[in-house]
């Protein structure tokens, strides 16, 4: 079984369903409101476990009802969160989402997630020592990213940095890595690159191996001095994005060891399951669901 650590957010989703996005200063009716759990690290924690996975996480939740509803919720699905923590006298972090054909727009409330430390890092590093990979991404505080890249440096286990959101990052974590994994924009935006610049040849740019996303495109690699290649996306009727590129990272880190190539093919199929249902968590595939999704996909 493959063993992953997350070190990450842990939010309540509140999404509402609407037939268009509202513009500034405008009201519009909605069709429906749900509350689901999320934030990208709980969000990689429950699709690692749903694949197969055994799944430890790292993050803070506040001491609201959220916070033991969210805690609650990765138990159920199998997580150890021996080392999420309950933050007193703060709210659980949340993510306000809006979902209009098939497309999302997102404000994000870090609250509790803005307190995951270093130290709390450093106490789970017998389980990042145990770990086949790391996934990690910066919707938490820098420095307890700097400790997570660090400590698995030190341990020998392969981090996957998903750079969100976007932001310039030091060379040295780069150099840390063994993949990241932005869209066009975020690689740009981590290099310090104009947006415009190709998406291949900011790959090529990169002091690291790149797993890039481009949506219903698929995903391009490079691994070490390779040249980028291409993972062609598969073709599903869209309900919603949220949380697709939470799965691919996921997936990514599941199958890793089958091999790149797999790994990523594998990682698009789970992602397009995922795209195809409503709710971040909730759309997450079981295993035998990307295999029968692969077979009928060739």
Not at 70 to 79: I, N
């Amino acid at each position: 079984m493959t063993r992953i650590v997350v070190v990450g957010s842990i939010n309540m989703d509140l999404v509402t369903l609407a037939p268009r996005f509202a513009g500034p200063g405008e009201t519009i009716t909605g069709d429906r409101f749900l509350t689901i759990p999320g934030g990208k690290g709980a969000n990689q924690a429950v699709a690692a476990a749903r694949l197969g996975a055994q799944v430890a996480m790292v993050g803070s939740v506040g001491d609201d009802a959220f916070g033991q509803s969210l805690y609650d919720g990765l138990k159920a699905e199998g997580v150890d969160v021996s080392h999420v923590t309950r933050v007193e006298g703060i709210g659980s972090g949340t993510a306000s989402i809006t979902v209009a054909g098939g497309e999302n727009a997102i404000v994000v409330i870090p609250a509790a997630n803005g307190r995951v430390t270093p130290a709390q890092v450093e106490a789970a590093r017998g389980v990042i020592r145990g770990a086949d990979a790391v996934l990690v991404q910066l919707e938490i505080p820098l420095d307890a990213v700097d400790a997570t890249l660090r400590i698995a440096q030190e341990e020998g286990v392969p981090v996957i940095l998903n750079p969100a959101p976007a932001q310039k990052l030091p060379l040295a974590w780069l150099e840390r890595v063994r993949f990241i994994t932005p869209n066009q924009h975020e690689l740009a935006m981590v290099l310090g690159a104009p947006a415009d610049t190709d998406f291949r040849e900011l790959m090529r740019q990169a002091p690291c191996p790149v797993v890039l996303t481009r949506g219903e495109d698929g995903a391009w690699f490079r691994d070490k001095d390779d040249e980028p290649r291409h993972q062609a996306g598969f073709k599903v009727d869209a309900v919603d994005s949220t949380g697709a590129g939470d799965t691919f990272n996921a997936a990514l880190a599941v199958y890793l060891a089958e091999g790149l190539d797999v790994a990523v093919r594998k990682a698009c199929a789970t992602a397009a399951i995922a795209v195809s249902r409503l709710g971040a968590q909730g759309g997450m595939p079981r295993a035998d669901e990307v295999a029968a999704f692969l077979e009928s996909h060739p």
